[in-house]
């Protein structure tokens, strides 16, 4: 199932961004969880919307939009389809927090419209792992970048072959409250990251896992491949399978 795009504008940001279509993938059991999965950079919903299907997790409902297509400066100002503007795919790069904070509400708007008792969630490849995992620390902290309040209550966040934008003031960001430190010790994240890797480095991957948890995020795990370039391979869809069913509470029943 899908359906047309939309103009947002995240709280505060300036100028709107215009979203592609969404595709939706309905849980085939009973809904229990609610996940919105970020493609990589110049991608669409569509190609994750159709691995997601597969996976054996009837109680998850997967929302896979496609991000804004946007000037991007890896590519030399070449347009293409990405959450944010990118020089580096990397923790090192400058950080378009506008961009970022726009594609968090995009995703904090998606599941703020799902029922109350379904859990909620975030997750991406690449850029969009990026962008999850920034979501993951909006929820903690309890506000965007631009000060804004974040306003969706995440279960967990899954970042494959991504990185952690924002890392250098995460610091800041978690100790600013009490609430802060506390939630983000509780959220659950998975990072994995393929040695292979050579468009985000896997270093980049591991320092992500690591500054997350020097900051406070303890309930990080962090699973490498040892040959896995950057895509993804059934072993590691297998892994996000187990550990979701696990931290969703999702036990074996597809009813």
């Not at 504008?9 to 970020?38: D, M, N, Q």
């Not at 799902?114 to 909006?138: H, N, R």
């Not at 610091?171 to 994240?189: D, F, H, T």
Request: charged fraction near 15%; charge should be negative; glycine fraction near 10%.
């Amino acid at each position: 199932m899908s359906f047309g795009g939309s103009s947002s504008v995240a709280s505060g940001a300036k100028r709107p961004f215009e979203y592609g279509r969404t595709h939706v993938v309905r849980p085939k059991g009973t809904h229990k969880a609610t996940i919105v999965w970020l493609h990589g950079l110049g991608d669409n919903g569509a190609s994750w919307s159709q691995l997601l299907e597969t996976l054996p997790l009837p109680n998850i409902k997967w929302i896979c939009p496609t991000a804004p297509s946007r000037p991007v400066s890896v590519f030399g100002g070449f347009p293409s389809t990405a959450w944010f503007d990118v020089a580096d795919l990397s923790e090192d790069a400058p950080d378009d927090v506008e961009g970022m904070d726009a594609s968090a509400a995009h995703v904090a708007n998606l599941l703020s419209t799902e029922p109350a008792d379904i859990k909620l969630g975030v997750g991406g490849f690449s850029m969009g792992a990026a962008t999850a995992l920034y979501s993951a620390t909006c929820f903690a902290h309890g506000k965007y970048g631009n000060g804004n309040p974040y306003p969706v209550n995440l279960s967990l966040a899954v970042g494959l072959s991504g990185w952690l934008p924002c890392a250098r003031t995460l610091k800041n960001r978690i100790q600013s409250s009490p609430e802060a430190a506390q939630k983000a010790s509780s959220i659950p994240l998975l990072l994995c990251h393929g040695k292979a890797d050579d468009v985000v480095l896997y270093k980049h991957g591991e320092r992500s896992a690591d500054a997350l948890k020097a900051n406070g995020f303890s309930n990080v795990l962090f699973k490498s491949y040892n040959s896995l370039g950057h895509y993804t391979v059934p072993e590691e869809m297998e892994e996000v399978c187990k550990w979701l069913t696990a931290n969703l509470e999702l036990g074996t029943s597809s009813s």
